[in-house]
Every structure is written in C-alpha cells, then in structure tokens.
C-alpha cells in the first residue's frame, strides 16, 4: 500500500504564500487520484482539492479557488499544493489523501473515499 509524507507547511504572513508537497511511495501512484485536505482542532476534515490520475482535471473547495493550485508530477510521485493569498483562516493542519478506486476523471471531496493518509503538516498564517 502506498505511504504518504507531507512537507512543506509552516509560518507565513497572511497574504503570503506556501508550497505543500506529498511524496508517495510505491509503483501505482499514477493510478491514484489525490486530494488536499485541511483539519483544524475539533472540526471535521474539510476538503481542499483534488486532481485526477493524470492531472488533468482538477476540483477545489470554494474557499481555495482562485488561490490554491493543485497539481501532480507521477515521474516523481509527487502532488503539490500551492497556496497563494493566504488568510489567517487558512491556518489547520494539511494533510494529502490517496484514493486507490476509481477512473481517469475521479477526484472525489468526501474523506470516506480516500484510502490512504499522510501525516499532515501544520500550516499557520498570522495576521
């Protein structure tokens, strides 16, 4: 089963900008589709983004369209998130999702149908 490690988060001003990376391992990456999700304390996982196995097609949270990028090198086993114009209610702990079902448009929102977690990386903007 493919593992997940995020890196990437920290301290930003708001308005400022922060670039996410989830390193996958194992050889079906390509087959994935890949999410962006964020948590902060006593709230459910919200969905941020996702992409399609390719990388064509995309999906964002209202709240990230417009700022927030999502995209996926499969030569490196990577997804990325870049986050522009940052707002202090972007802050939450970041995590990427892999889900291991499903065909060349998928890029679901709901958590229930990702399989596999990272461990998230803590992204806080100050106002």
């Known amino acids: 089963q493919a593992q997940l490690v995020e890196s990437g988060g920290g301290l930003v001003q708001a308005g400022g900008s922060l670039r996410l990376s989830c390193a996958a391992s194992g050889r079906t990456f390509s087959g994935y589709a890949m999410g962006w999700f964020r948590q902060t304390s006593g709230n459910e996982r919200e969905f941020v983004a996702a992409?399609?196995?390719?990388?064509?097609?995309?999906s964002y949270a209202d709240s990230a369209k417009g700022r927030f990028t999502i995209a996926r090198d499969n030569a490196k086993n990577t997804v990325f998130l870049e986050m522009n114009t940052l707002k202090p209610e972007d802050t939450a702990v970041y995590y990427c999702a892999a889900a291991t079902t499903g065909g060349i448009y998928y890029r679901p929102r709901a958590p229930s149908e990702y399989d596999v977690w990272g461990q998230g990386t803590q992204v806080t903007v100050s106002s």
């Open positions: 992409v399609s196995v390719n990388g064509r097609f995309t």
